[in-house]
């Protein structure tokens, strides 16, 4: 069984610049979340998607935005970068469209430097 | 809003040492709860989870209980290892939450020395 990918592994960026991570979910798993983790932080909620839609958001301002495809791999997109966005961005799988009981499956993460 | 709340870190320990890690939750009616552990250069791994109250979640020596009245969910393992050095994140799912997000605290730090 594969779990969750996520590419790239790193990325550096200037300021203004948009940038694209992407992520491949857990086989059988049809919910992807994002979440952005700065440094000595816990993760923070971006957004959730199920069955191609977004299905939750988290306290994000509208340049951060996604997309999941049929094969249930996702993208996150953040356009104008600014230097706080410098942060590891993860992607979660879950099973179904995620009940409060669920386990997230997560990925290694994408570090992203903003320069 | 609904918020956790995690020991300040870094722990330092020497191994076969007793680990407490303090989480305090507040939610709205009964969440359910899940400790994570973030190694050096990963993502997150689950180590265990309660969903509902007095369950005791248990996974690799490690265990924590689900306390309602006191909103903990402390961690805890009787002997430590130098391999248990990583991150621990306490982590909340408010219950009929939009989309099942997690709310995390801010992770403790733990170092175990030989």
């Known amino acids: 069984e594969t779990g969750v990918t996520q590419s790239p592994t790193h990325l550096i960026k200037t300021r203004g610049q948009q940038v694209t991570l992407r992520c491949s979910s857990q086989?059988?798993?049809?919910?992807v979340s994002w979440y952005q983790q700065a440094l000595g932080q816990g993760p923070q909620f971006i957004f959730q998607?199920?069955?191609?839609?977004?299905?939750g958001r988290g306290n994000f301002p509208p340049r951060f935005s996604g997309l999941q495809f049929p094969n249930y791999s996702s993208e996150l997109n953040v356009n104008a970068l600014e230097l706080d966005d410098s942060a590891l961005y993860l992607c979660?799988?879950?099973?179904?469209?995620?009940?409060?009981?669920?386990?997230?499956?997560f990925g290694p993460g994408t570090r992203l430097t903003v320069l | 809003g609904d918020s956790v709340t995690q020991m300040e870190g870094p722990v330092t320990l020497s191994e076969e040492a007793f680990l407490t890690i303090n989480c305090t939750y507040t939610?709205?009616?009964?969440?359910?709860l899940f400790w994570y552990v973030q190694y050096p250069g990963e993502g997150l791994q689950l180590l265990l989870k309660?969903?509902?109250?007095?369950d005791k979640g248990s996974n690799k020596g490690f265990e924590a209980t689900y306390r309602k009245e006191t909103t903990s969910f402390h961690l805890e393992k009787g002997s430590v290892q130098v391999s248990d050095s990583a991150v621990y994140f306490c982590?909340?799912?408010?219950?009929?939450?939009?989309?099942?997000?997690?709310?995390f605290g801010q992770g403790t730090e733990l170092s175990v020395k030989p």
């Open positions: 979660a799988s879950s099973p179904t469209v995620a009940a409060s009981t669920d386990t997230q499956y």
């Open positions: 086989s059988g798993h049809n919910t």
């Open positions: 998607y199920y069955r191609e839609e977004e299905n």
């Open positions: 939610a709205t009616g009964y969440p359910s």
């Open positions: 309660a969903t509902k109250a007095d």
């Open positions: 982590a909340l799912s408010p219950p009929r939450s939009q989309g099942g997000k997690l709310i």
